[in-house]
């Protein structure tokens, strides 16, 4: 049974996997308690004190503001620290999995779905920085899987915390008779969690490369939220009040981060549309 450094092992991603497939590998898990990413050394201290044969990198800080208002505290985490366990990867002759994101696409002015060769451009640090990575890791180690995400969704269960989500967001306006706006000018993939979860073993195995992890979806966020609102039974009129289209975001620039997944699928790896995605989600937590 092979050995898995998770690093980040208390986020959303992270805790699923590792609960999904808690049996199928040997888990060590790395959280704040063990390094501190704003400081590499630490990270390198401690994985370099650990045997695995393979490294899921989940740790980040992906919050679009606090990169931007910080972006040097932000390379220290993102970059700086993932580029520390990356070398120790390779003294090692471990396997790295590294978590990517679509916002590398999110500086491109042609439509999506983008597909792995497609060039990354991104006008966020946390883009940036995922994609500076992305070049290190192809760099300095010949064995290797980056997984660039969607916007992963799903719910809290069982102790794991689900980071922030269209679904998520649609039940909080809804539930709290909250107005919220949703972006008109933007189309990106929403995917449920437990379909990367469920199918994790597998995406180990897979030779070195780039895949994207997306379901498929052609319209705006803020039409995927209304979507949403409406599988959960809202009136039309619930919808009008609390899910507003925001018209102003991005309005100098249509954003498309959508991903083409059908390089997984090539392997078996599927995770079908939004619809179904939000289908399955809704019906494991009883919401349908």
């Not at 400081?39 to 989940?58: G, K, L, M, W």
């Not at 497609?118 to 300095?140: A, F, P």
């Not at 990106?188 to 895949?211: H, M, N, P, S, V």
């Not at 052609?218 to 919808?239: C, F, M, P, R, W």
Request: with cysteine; net charge negative.
């Amino acid at each position: 049974m092979k050995t898995i450094l998770v690093t980040g092992a208390n986020g959303y991603l992270a805790s699923y996997i590792r609960k999904k497939n808690i049996d199928s590998f040997q888990w060590i898990c790395m959280t704040r308690k063990d390094a501190d990413l704003s400081q590499p050394e630490q990270v390198r201290a401690f994985a370099e004190s650990q045997d695995f044969d393979i490294c899921f990198h989940t740790a980040a800080n992906a919050t679009t503001a606090i990169c931007e208002q910080q972006p040097e505290l932000a390379h220290k985490i993102n970059v700086e620290s993932t580029k520390a366990i990356v070398d120790v990867c390779k003294e090692k002759g471990a396997r790295l999995i590294f978590c990517g994101t679509e916002q590398s696409f999110n500086g491109k002015t042609s439509e999506g779905p983008f597909t792995e060769e497609d060039s990354l451009q991104s006008v966020t640090v946390y883009g940036q920085n995922k994609i500076e990575c992305e070049q290190y890791i192809q760099k300095e180690l010949s064995d290797y899987i980056i997984l660039r995400y969607s916007w992963m969704m799903g719910l809290s269960f069982d102790g794991i915390k689900a980071s922030p989500s269209i679904v998520k967001n649609v039940m909080t306006a809804l539930l709290h008779q909250k107005p919220t706006l949703f972006t008109c000018n933007e189309k990106r993939g929403f995917t449920y969690a437990k379909k990367l979860a469920e199918q994790f073993q597998k995406i180990t195995e897979l030779e070195t490369g780039i895949y994207h992890v997306s379901s498929s979806y052609d319209k705006s966020t803020y039409e995927a939220a209304v979507y949403t609102a409406e599988q959960l039974g809202a009136s039309k009129q619930a919808i009008e009040q609390y899910i507003l289209p925001n018209h102003e975001r991005y309005a100098d620039r249509f954003r498309d981060y959508r991903l083409n997944a059908d390089k997984l699928a090539k392997h078996g790896i599927t995770f079908g549309t939004f619809e179904e995605n939000l289908e399955e989600l809704l019906t494991d937590f009883g919401w349908k």
